[in-house]
């Protein structure tokens, strides 16, 4: 199964916006809206920032926002705080596969 | 609240076998599908297996296949992952993950919950 392609890393300044792709293809990503996003902080289980594309759990902040085009997802961060560095992956339905689940390879994101 | 906890990762010789656990609770697990994620040390996420809510149907990740059975105890509110032959390219936390709804028929890409991971390290 092939992962989806992430950046290895980004990096932004405390205040800026970032954005994190996730490119898949028709079969995933494209097809359906069914992009999401997880935070991993080093030591820590994954944690949901953002289900179905661009839906937000509770109690996660909204400075986190998710869009797609095409076959590509994007992950969005504004007003970068320093607790925001962390590891980001996406995770998508995929019809290519009877487990019906593919993985990103992670972002690693800094902020300076 | 909801919560998976792991258990039964070690250290393990190549070849050799391993059960891992995940208990859960604060969720009607008999209406939930689960499945197993690893992680390698330094490495990304990596799905491993999923079981429906009933056990009747079991998913494998290519690299897995053959080699890990996926089981549940509705009864214990258990998810279990059996691993024979096991590598040193095994070594890993493997997390079990709930899905964030299931229907009768299908249940969701994303996950609520996570455990916080039972570490297996393959090695002589």
């Known amino acids: 199964q092939s992962a989806l392609t992430q950046p290895a890393s980004v990096s932004g300044s405390p205040g800026q916006s970032i954005t994190i792709s996730c490119t898949g293809t028709?079969?995933?990503?494209?097809?359906?809206?069914?992009v999401s996003w997880h935070q991993q902080h080093p030591g820590k289980a994954p944690k949901l920032v953002i289900y179905d594309v661009n839906n937000r759990p509770s109690g996660v902040s909204d400075r986190f926002s998710g869009s797609k085009s095409g076959n590509t997802a994007s992950l969005t961060i504004s007003g970068l705080q320093a607790e925001d560095e962390a590891d980001y992956y996406c995770i998508s339905y995929t019809s290519s596969t009877l487990g019906g689940v593919v993985f990103g390879g992670g972002t690693k994101l800094t902020v300076l | 609240q909801v919560q998976l906890v792991e258990s039964g990762g070690g250290v393990v010789q190549p070849g050799r076998s391993l059960r891992l656990s995940c208990a859960a609770s604060?969720?009607?697990?008999?209406?939930?599908?689960m499945h197993w994620v690893r992680q390698a040390p330094g490495k990304g996420l990596e799905w491993v297996a999923i079981i429906s809510h009933d056990g009747t149907n079991k998913y494998y990740a290519d690299s897995m296949k053959g080699r890990f059975t996926i089981s549940r105890d509705n009864s214990r509110n258990t998810v279990y992952l059996q691993m024979n032959s096991l590598r040193a390219e095994d070594t890993a936390l493997y997390y079990c993950?709930?899905?964030?709804?299931?229907?009768?028929?299908?249940?969701?890409?994303?996950?609520?919950?996570w455990g916080q991971g039972t570490l297996v390290i393959v090695s002589s």
């Open positions: 604060g969720f009607t697990f008999r209406s939930y599908g």
């Open positions: 993950a709930k899905p964030g709804y299931c229907s009768s028929t299908i249940c969701s890409s994303w996950f609520d919950t």
């Open positions: 028709s079969s995933d990503v494209g097809g359906y809206d069914y």
